[in-house]
């Protein structure tokens, strides 16, 4: 994705707000009042057009935004592993690249992905994903969105998101939906 297009929101910082400049990967923080044009919203977390850059913002800084923060996940005592295994898929579907609009596990950057449990009886979750390419400085940032999703699923104590190359990525990985969002169909 571009910067700036005419369907960007405008929007102003309300306060100092931690951002990760894209596809660098470098942390920065952004003064008050900077203004800029949020591109992407996507999963609860925004990519942000600010004098010239692209910066992800996490969805624990959306009030910075004027936006609200993402909603507290809910699970039901009784829930099975395989309800919570569901769950899992859907936080890592929540998961975007700050420059593509389609999310992990659609463009097929989740390898793997298993619940286990831990002696105390509470849920585990190993996550094998990888990027599209593999010197893309947002890997850090993508590995540590999604270990936070995970773990905040009730019951997940631990998520181990490991980072692998092996098979190297390719576009035969993506979904149909995938594809045919990114004209690739």
Request: glycine share 8%; hydrophobic share 45%; proline share 7%.
């Amino acid at each position: 994705m571009g910067a700036y297009s005419h369907s960007s929101e405008p929007f102003a910082f309300a306060r100092d707000c931690a951002a990760v400049m894209v596809p660098q990967g470098q942390p920065v923080t952004l003064p008050a009042g900077q203004n800029g044009y949020i591109t992407q919203a996507l999963g609860g977390s925004f990519t942000v057009f600010v004098e010239g850059n692209l910066f992800r913002i996490a969805g624990a800084d959306a009030d910075a935004l004027g936006k609200p923060p993402p909603a507290a996940i809910a699970v039901d005592d009784q829930s099975s592993d395989a309800d919570i295994e569901k769950l899992v898929w859907d936080q890592l579907r929540t998961c975007f690249d700050p420059e593509i609009p389609i999310n992990i596990v659609d463009l097929g950057l989740v390898y793997a992905c298993e619940l286990g449990h831990r002696e105390d009886g509470e849920r585990t979750v190993a996550v094998k994903l990888t990027l599209t390419a593999p010197g893309c400085g947002m890997g850090d940032i993508l590995v540590d969105d999604a270990r936070t999703k995970i773990e905040a699923i009730p019951t997940i104590a631990e998520a181990n998101v490991e980072l692998v190359f092996d098979p190297p990525w390719n576009q035969t990985m993506m979904s149909e939906a995938a594809k045919l969002e990114t004209g690739m169909l």
